[in-house]
């Protein structure tokens, strides 16, 4: 089985946990882009939807839907977003599609945050894939010293500047073994917006497409 092919299954899984009167919070990448197009489906449950990013929101309109703004929403009801890569506490790096600050503050927003994944993106200890971080253009330098000092080799993502105006660092070399702990470290250097671990505001609950099935997990405590 392709993996656009478990894309489509996890994206058609996650249809089926949209309630009625959804204010409903959508993430990025290609995996929400394929639930995107499905949505259309459950429309008349959906009361509300917001975006977490530019792209996501055209998609949105495309398909028929009105977006909203989080300050006239309030509190999400769900969250449904993708993941570079997650682990069996349903912590995650997001951020490869530069999304990770708005994504962030609605996994935060949500009563329920759903990640929906393929199971490539299944791993023991996070950190194979760059970790991103958002950072404002005159910390550039500073902060990549300082990420230097935890042991990453930071790389300027280049030709990108995120929704917000900003700049992604990509950091490479990491072995997140204490995940919470260097998310609440790299935020606190000055300069950085966010980084890409989710991990205070992890996933509640994981769909995984597998070879045969769409698996279902909840964070092991």
């Known amino acids: 089985m392709s993996q656009n092919t478990k894309k489509e299954k996890v994206a058609e899984a996650a249809l089926d946990y949209i309630d009625n009167n959804e204010s409903l919070g959508i993430g990025s990448g290609s995996t929400v882009n394929i639930l995107i197009d499905k949505l259309v489906k459950v429309k008349n449950k959906i009361e ?6 530019e792209k996501s929101t055209q998609l949105l309109l495309a398909n028929g839907f009105k977006v909203s703004q989080l300050s006239e929403v309030g509190k999400l ?40 994944v393929d199971e490539s993106k299944k791993v023991d200890v996070l950190g194979k894939f760059p ?15 300082e990420l230097i000092k935890i042991g990453g080799r930071p790389v300027m993502r280049s030709d990108y500047v995120t929704d917000n105006g900003n700049l992604i660092i990509d950091v490479h070399n990491l072995e997140i073994l204490q995940p919470i702990e260097l998310e609440k470290k790299i935020n606190n250097i000055p300069g950085v917006v966010t980084n890409g671990i989710f991990a205070l505001d992890h996933a509640n609950l994981l769909l995984c497409a597998t070879e045969s099935e769409v698996e279902i997990s909840e964070p092991i405590v």
């Open 77 to 116: 009801t769900k969250y449904i977003d993708g993941a570079d890569e997650v682990n069996k506490y349903l912590q995650m790096i997001k951020g490869g599609g530069g999304a990770l600050t708005r994504e962030k503050i609605l996994a935060h927003s949500s009563e329920k945050f759903i990640c929906i």
């Open 48 to 53: 509300c939807v917001v975006s977490s990013s």
């Open 131 to 145: 970790l991103p971080i958002e950072v404002i253009p005159i910390a550039r330098s500073s902060v990549s010293m």
